[in-house]
């Protein structure tokens, strides 16, 4: 019979001695040397990433391909920059699952990328409002408004 002494219930294993297993412990934080490693790759992708995200981006206003009737003109090219803040959101996304692996030292470093990218895309794009609002005032004819106003004297 068993122990009525005993806390344990007596459907429970017993182990006694060199038959007891280690404690369960918390997960281990990825090696030094290995975290390290994997945040210069994660960099070099997410430097990938962001350009051929501006790339993409890119609108060529008035570029038509094979154009038999073209004068050479210039070529205005107009980024998008919702590419490449959709490029910095994913760079911190990628920091969640990288905290979930444990890698510190790339999750810190995916963050801090992520949001300087977030940065350069939202300052891009306030740049280039502001520009498309000076030059439409700046042209003959234009109020501050956007309407036309007559030039000629009376």
């Known amino acids: 019979m068993t122990d009525p002494a005993s806390p344990r219930s007596p459907g429970l294993p ?12 918390r997960r281990r934080w990825l090696p030094l040397a290995g ?15 962001a350009v051929a995200a501006f790339l993409l981006g890119i609108d060529y206003s008035g570029w038509k391909p094979f154009d038999p009737g073209a004068d050479n003109s ?14 910095g959101g994913v760079m911190l996304l990628t920091a969640a699952l990288l905290y979930r692996l444990r890698a510190i030292v790339s999750t810190c470093l995916q963050v801090l990328v992520g949001i300087a990218v977030l940065v350069a895309a939202v ?8 520009r498309g609002t000076r030059a439409a005032t700046s ?12 030039t000629t004297a009376r």
């Open 14 to 25: 017993q182990f006694r001695g060199d038959n007891v297993p280690p404690p369960r412990g």
């Open 35 to 49: 975290d390290i490693a994997l945040a210069v790759g994660l960099l070099v992708l997410d430097g990938i990433g």
């Open 123 to 130: 300052g891009g794009a306030q740049y280039d409002e502001h």
């Open 74 to 87: 210039d070529i205005a090219l107009t980024p998008n920059w919702l590419y490449v803040g959709i490029a």
């Open 139 to 150: 042209e003959p004819g234009l109020s501050a408004h956007g309407e036309t106003v007559s």
